[in-house]
């Protein structure tokens, strides 16, 4: 009886997360034009909407770059557009500022709208995100979800990679207010490969 409800809970806990990412089509798409006469005015916007999720809008000499975070994810949806406004590439990353890694399918498109590739980011990983999730539940390592947001502390990092055709994670935390504990694991199997400590000053 223990063991069927250890079973119900984790793959109820595994549905939960997957409930909280968001979905991304391969559908072609243009830029909404409300928000393209914003960004052109203003270059760069950031902005909670009405359901507190995240918003920043980045126009550059060729591209317009659209990261949505919603609330309740450990995700952000990145799409870039042409500055006609037409899709290039969308896709998924974790909700940091900075990308650590793809995540799920990502798709590609041509000038006419056509897809014309798509790429798997989750392929070489047996050991899943959701895998690493219960890991850092079990060491009390916190993962947040919603928007993160630049100068707000120090948060948990969750990289990825493969190397000489071997997958692994890297997950850095803050084990102690003055260290950073970095833990390596195997991307198949979720062995820990490593441990490391460095010290940490919070400037």
């Given at each position: 009886i223990i063991l069927i409800w250890l079973s119900i809970t984790i793959a109820c806990q595994s549905q939960n997360i997957k409930n909280m990412t968001p979905t991304v089509d391969n559908q072609f798409e243009t830029f909404d034009k409300v928000l393209r006469e914003r960004?052109?005015?203003?270059?760069?916007?950031s902005e909670y909407d009405s359901d507190n999720n995240y918003i920043e809008l980045l126009l550059s000499t060729k591209l317009i770059t659209n990261r949505f975070t919603p609330k309740d994810s450990y995700f952000?949806?990145?799409k870039v557009y042409n500055r006609n406004g037409k899709i290039i590439t969308k896709g998924l990353?974790?909700?940091?500022?900075?990308s650590t890694f793809n995540k799920g399918i990502w798709y590609e498109f041509n000038e006419n709208g056509k897809l014309i590739k798509e790429t798997n980011y989750d392929e070489p990983y047996k050991f899943t995100f959701e895998d690493i999730l219960q890991f850092c539940k079990k060491e009390n390592i916190e993962v947040k979800k919603g928007p993160i947001l630049q100068s707000t502390g120090y948060h948990t990092t969750i990289r990825r990679d493969v190397e000489n055709g071997k997958p692994w994670w890297e997950i850095r935390?803050?084990?102690?207010?003055?260290?950073i504990e970095t833990i390596k694991l195997d991307g198949e199997t979720g062995k820990?490969?490593?441990?490391?400590?460095?010290?940490?000053?919070?400037?």
């Amino acid at each position: 009886i223990i063991l069927i409800w250890l079973s119900i809970t984790i793959a109820c806990q595994s549905q939960n997360i997957k409930n909280m990412t968001p979905t991304v089509d391969n559908q072609f798409e243009t830029f909404d034009k409300v928000l393209r006469e914003r960004i052109e005015v203003k270059n760069h916007i950031s902005e909670y909407d009405s359901d507190n999720n995240y918003i920043e809008l980045l126009l550059s000499t060729k591209l317009i770059t659209n990261r949505f975070t919603p609330k309740d994810s450990y995700f952000q949806i990145i799409k870039v557009y042409n500055r006609n406004g037409k899709i290039i590439t969308k896709g998924l990353t974790l909700n940091l500022p900075w990308s650590t890694f793809n995540k799920g399918i990502w798709y590609e498109f041509n000038e006419n709208g056509k897809l014309i590739k798509e790429t798997n980011y989750d392929e070489p990983y047996k050991f899943t995100f959701e895998d690493i999730l219960q890991f850092c539940k079990k060491e009390n390592i916190e993962v947040k979800k919603g928007p993160i947001l630049q100068s707000t502390g120090y948060h948990t990092t969750i990289r990825r990679d493969v190397e000489n055709g071997k997958p692994w994670w890297e997950i850095r935390w803050l084990k102690t207010p003055d260290t950073i504990e970095t833990i390596k694991l195997d991307g198949e199997t979720g062995k820990v490969l490593s441990r490391t400590e460095q010290h940490y000053t919070n400037n």
